[in-house]
């Protein structure tokens, strides 16, 4: 189960880095989605890739301090419910909120996961 979900933190890592990048460049898609389908400035933008971009590190650190995969996990369950809500609200079809929502429900097992294996090892330590 251990290395389910490594291979989960893993995916999260590039896929927070890529989408991260992305908005840090002023990729055209994303300035487009940013501000004519969301209605948002290009600051929250580029504050929105900053996070994506310490989320896909603190997973990457993450592989040898599961602390840091902890609080990576709560930033992108929190990340990508705010992104769900936006397509939502900015009247798009459930296809393409979908990437949200399946990047949601990982970072939300993967939280799980790190929160269940943190509490067997400090039971571990206790007995």
Known sequence: MKWVFRIIQGLLAIVFSLAGI?????????????????????????L???????????????FGKSQFTFHASVWSVLLMAGAAISHINAGEEMVEAMPSIILLILGFVTFIGKRTMISKKEQSNLA
């Open 48 to 62: 929105t890739g900053i996070f994506e971009i310490l989320v896909a590190i603190g997973f990457i650190v993450g």
């Open 22 to 46: 992305m908005k840090l460049i002023g990729h055209e898609q994303q300035v487009q989605m940013f501000t004519e389908a969301f209605g948002y400035s290009l600051w929250f933008m580029y």
